[in-house]
């Protein structure tokens, strides 16, 4: 056969460090965004709050969390695109493709990785580091109890039943919700299973929020939470362009 494929195994289309340094650089700027997004919601519900938004993105709690965010978000988009690419790649073998064969289908593949997870990574991501400066801004303003807020209808049951059950009982602000069995300092928590945090557009708020102002917190979380995943979900699509540059050339 002419043109044969060269490589067993999607591992042989990355330099792993390459691809995690690039996707941690592109997601380091929005995650700081959502932080400082995080900040000024939560100091709007509090009543002379002390801190400043820039205050609480210099803490190392928060410093921390954007260097763990980033760094997981990119190992896992790594992975994800090393699963899919080895399918691909296992029929292309089976099915005795040639070398540009294969080449045209992860071009293709990759058109619908741009679509459907560049979104992903920009709302889940923006998700957790709003609510992570959230979260901070409330410990740091000596709030004591915090609640789940489900936003939207369609959510996950499990994110309903935190919402309802918080509203009766708020958790003291230092203690993790549970959310289905899964402990969770916020909504978007990086430390949650993917079934709990894909995606997920729930936020947190000071257990003394009343119900009404609940309804125009909820909107504002929106309205920032939009601000940053646009751009970031452009961000995420140039990098995957990037990569898919860069895989091509080890084929
Ligand atoms: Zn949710």
């Known amino acids: 056969m002419t043109n044969p ?16 340094d690039a996707f941690q650089e592109a997601s380091n700027q929005y995650l700081m965004l959502g932080i400082i997004a995080g900040a000024t ?5 509090l009543v002379d709050a002390a ?52 080449a045209d289908a992860i071009v293709e593949k990759y058109e619908n990785i741009k679509k459907v997870r560049a979104l992903r990574i920009a709302r889940t991501e923006t998700t957790g580091a709003v609510n992570k400066g959230i979260v901070e801004t409330l410990k740091i303003e000596g709030v004591r109890y915090k609640v789940w807020v489900a936003i939207f209808h369609n959510t996950r049951d499990t994110h309903k039943q935190a919402h309802f059950e918080t509203h009766a009982n708020p958790v003291p602000i230092g203690n993790n919700f549970i959310v289905g069995e899964s402990p969770a300092e916020a909504p978007g928590d990086s430390s949650l299973p993917p079934e709990e945090r894909v995606n997920c557009q729930c936020t947190v708020v000071s257990g003394n929020f009343t119900d009404i102002f609940e309804k125009q917190y909820a909107i504002m979380f929106i309205r920032e939470h939009s601000s940053i995943e646009r751009p970031f979900k452009s961000r995420m699509k140039k990098e995957f362009e990037k990569q898919l540059k860069r895989v091509l050339l080890r084929l």
């Open 5 to 20: 494929i060269t490589i067993q195994n999607a591992d042989e289309l990355f330099d792993d460090q390459v691809e995690i």
């Open 41 to 45: 919601l939560a100091i709007e519900q």
């Open 51 to 102: 801190v400043t938004p820039e205050d609480v993105a210099a803490l190392p709690a928060a410093v921390e969390a954007i260097k763990n965010m980033s760094l997981e978000c990119a190992e896992h988009a790594l992975e994800t695109t090393k699963g899919s690419l080895n399918k691909l790649l296992q029929q292309a073998l089976e099915d005795g493709w040639s070398n540009d064969k294969l």
